[in-house]
């Protein structure tokens, strides 16, 4: 795959997500519409999507999308797998020639479960371990198999991603054929770290995906501490540090996800002074356990999982972030054009304060293998949050 | 007559270039319809022209302009006013982050809330003094490095209860101008070498004279609006950080 060098000029790339709280399926076209409002924010040097709810019929499936240089790359990889996994079913990913997308590389799409050797078959089999199981072996071909890359690997989601404008992107996938609860969209102007098709955005890992505006200066700390727990970053941008992040502190250290955003985007200390307890023990914990977590630098970031949509900015919001909502619709993006674009008429528009997430999650029940890390009422920490399902009290007052 | 112009499926040149022709046509008055996020509308147009703009202007709102009088009649984003030499931004809803950024002049007047770093870098020359009045409440760093010009913050038409009239970090690196708050600000917003003090005659003056343009442009009620006392927040010395790099 090509690899180009930006030259540094200005800075901005372009976000846009959309979910439904119901689960209903949005068109494809409707978030390439969103982020192609944003077009100015990009320079043609990356554009990617998730979509959440695009296999149903192998929903209990991890779905792997592989993006392989070359025919052997592929073979390394369907070997892994067959030894590693059971393979329900395989296919192209539909692609077709797009004006402008030049030598793309092969992608194939994979619905596999893990294939426990032995006794741990019964032990595991079935159970939390299989997210464990795949986080590695997605770490072991990315790691070990040249030229190809794991660019998601979650049940009943994908990400699409390449070198092009957001539009390129969205007709060289045949987008408008997907249609989805959850989309997310980026638009890339890369400017300190290359501009090719494994490092346009998203970055996932299992169901996660992420898309980020800024640079994460702190991507050298973040990739060690990530190390020690086994994750390796092979995609040479530092955005991928953040996916990581965010599977290690709720998925695995089960943090209720208002405490990671916390980690990742803390309240200065000077701010900590004036809190009371036990807020101020809560937040020097977070602070004190998870500082190598911690993102310096701008960014805007957009992250998704089966069952929810989170938006969030530094603690100085160096970049833009602007939400919206519509009946059971919730937007974010860089711009409040880019939720115009595909909602006029938006009942709330708001943009949230710096490290505030913006927290929406389906409907209990809507999907299936469902994922909620709101875990429980909300904290009463001093950090604000926008979260839907809101409190339960709340919920009523407004009924 | 005012002169009508569709902004939608227009990429900015193309709209840009529509209202340059119109003004060199000698067009006084534009209304611009279905703007969304086209940027740089109206920027480094130097001319006396009314323009009323329905959607969502895109960045840099105004940016460099020297003349026009701008009404946006909803929100608008990041970087309203950029540089802007003199004029007028009327925004009937919100404004995003850097609003005013290195203004130099004229006037921008927001209904709502603004977002970050609004009014950074300000500055002012002899009678050339901007000024930015702001309903709602503003994000951090108001008035961060502010250098000259004029900030008044009502905070009373505001759609976030929850927060406090201004962010932290009030001020960081302000060394000139001066920022006018209705009812007070807890010093803990404000960054360093900063005084809050009670305002005089003089500057209830200034207060009064413009929000009285304020109100009559948005429809509020100044009695209203001045009902409350003011507090001026101002650089304690003239050189605050005269002594950060000396040795």
């Known amino acids: 795959m090509e690899i180009f060098i930006p030259n540094k000029e200005q800075a901005g790339c372009g976000l846009s997500g959309v979910i439904n709280r119901k689960g209903e399926l949005i068109k494809g076209e409707v978030i390439i519409e969103s982020i192609c409002c944003q077009m100015e924010r990009g320079n043609g040097l990356g554009a990617g999507y998730a979509a959440y709810g695009i296999y149903p019929e192998f929903a209990e499936y991890y779905c792997l999308h592989v993006m392989a240089d070359h025919k052997q790359a592929l073979k390394d990889v369907e070997e892994i797998l067959a030894h590693k996994c059971y393979l329900v079913h395989q296919e192209r990913i539909p692609t077709r020639p797009t004006p402008g997308i030049v030598s793309p590389p092969r992608f194939r799409r994979y619905f596999v479960k893990p294939r426990y050797e032995g006794e741990l078959r019964e032990i595991c089999e079935g159970t939390l371990d299989e997210d464990d199981y795949m986080v590695e072996l997605v770490m072991h071909i990315n790691k070990n198999v040249s030229g190809a890359y794991v660019i998601s690997s979650?049940?009943?989601?994908?990400?699409?991603?390449?070198?092009?404008?957001?539009?390129?992107?969205?007709?060289?996938?045949?987008?408008?054929?997907?249609?989805?609860?959850?989309?997310?969209?980026?638009?890339?102007?890369?400017?300190?770290?290359?501009?090719?098709?494994?490092?346009?955005?998203?970055?996932?890992?299992?169901?996660?995906?992420?898309?980020?505006?800024?640079?994460?200066?702190?991507?050298?700390?973040?990739?060690?501490?990530?190390?020690?727990?086994?994750?390796?970053?092979?995609?040479?941008?530092?955005?991928?540090?953040?996916?990581?992040?965010?599977?290690?502190?709720?998925?695995?250290?089960?943090?209720?996800?208002?405490?990671?955003?916390?980690?990742?985007?803390?309240?200065?200390?000077?701010?900590?002074?004036?809190?009371?307890?036990?807020?101020?023990?809560?937040?020097?914990?977070?602070?004190?356990?998870?500082?190598?977590?911690?993102?310096?630098?701008?960014?805007?970031?957009?992250?998704?999982?089966?069952?929810?949509?989170?938006?969030?900015?530094?603690?100085?919001?160096?970049?833009?972030?602007?939400?919206?909502?519509?009946?059971?619709?919730?937007?974010?993006?860089?711009?409040?054009?880019?939720?115009?674009?595909?909602?006029?008429?938006?009942?709330?528009?708001?943009?949230?304060?710096?490290?505030?997430?913006?927290?929406?999650?389906?409907?209990?029940?809507?999907?299936?293998n469902q994922r909620s890390y709101l875990r429980g009422e909300a904290l009463s920490i001093s950090a604000p949050v926008c979260r839907f399902p809101l409190a339960a009290e709340e919920e009523e007052e407004e009924e | 007559m005012a002169f009508e112009i569709d902004a939608k499926e227009l990429h900015y040149r193309e709209l840009n270039k529509l209202i340059r022709k119109a003004i060199a046509q000698g067009e006084k008055h534009l209304v611009l319809k279905n703007v969304n996020g086209q940027r740089y509308i109206a920027a480094g147009v130097s001319a006396e022209v009314d323009i009323d703009i329905y959607g969502v202007p895109g960045l840099d709102l105004g940016a460099f302009m020297r003349g026009p009088r701008i009404r946006v009649h909803g929100n608008t984003q990041d970087g309203a006013g950029n540089t802007m030499d003199d004029g007028k931004i009327i925004v009937e809803g919100m404004a995003g982050d850097v609003v005013g950024y290195a203004m130099r002049g004229g006037k921008i007047f927001v209904a709502s809330d603004v977002g970050y770093r609004v009014g950074i870098h300000m500055k002012a020359y002899m009678d050339k003094i901007p000024v930015i009045v702001i309903g709602g409440k503003a994000g951090d760093f108001l008035g961060e490095y502010m250098a000259g010009g004029i900030i008044i913050l009502l905070g009373m038409y505001s759609r976030y209860p929850e927060r406090p009239i201004a962010g932290i970090f009030l001020g960081t690196g302000m060394h000139g101008g001066v920022i006018y708050v209705r009812g007070g600000v807890p010093e803990t917003q404000l960054g360093g070498a900063l005084q809050i003090e009670e305002v005089n005659e003089e500057d209830q003056k200034i207060i009064e004279q413009h929000l009285s343009e304020y109100s009559k442009d948005l429809n509020y009620k100044l009695e209203e609006i001045l009902a409350e006392k003011f507090v001026k927040i101002r650089p304690k010395t003239h050189r605050p950080y005269g002594k950060l790099y000396a040795y």
């Open chain 1, 154 to 368: 979650g049940r009943n989601m994908g990400a699409f991603k390449g070198v092009g404008f957001p539009d390129q992107i969205a007709n060289f996938f045949r987008l408008e054929e997907y249609s989805a609860y959850i989309w997310t969209a980026h638009n890339r102007f890369p400017t300190n770290t290359p501009g090719w098709w494994g490092g346009a955005h998203p970055f996932t890992i299992l169901d996660w995906s992420i898309v980020h505006n800024g640079e994460i200066s702190s991507y050298g700390t973040n990739r060690r501490y990530l190390e020690m727990f086994g994750y390796h970053c092979t995609l040479l941008t530092d955005t991928e540090v953040v996916a990581y992040l965010l599977d290690l502190l709720i998925r695995r250290h089960r943090l209720p996800i208002e405490l990671a955003c916390m980690a990742l985007a803390p309240p200065f200390w000077q701010e900590i002074d004036r809190m009371e307890e036990p807020d101020k023990s809560v937040c020097t914990a977070i602070r004190t356990v998870y500082g190598a977590a911690m993102l310096n630098g701008p960014f805007a970031i957009l992250f998704a999982y089966n069952g929810g949509l989170v938006g969030l900015n530094d603690r100085v919001k160096l970049r833009p972030l602007v939400a919206a909502k519509k009946g059971d619709y919730y937007y974010m993006a860089s711009e409040e054009a880019a939720i115009r674009a595909i909602c006029p008429d938006p009942e709330e528009v708001w943009c949230p304060k710096a490290g505030e997430p913006v927290i929406v999650e389906l409907e209990p029940d809507t999907i299936p």
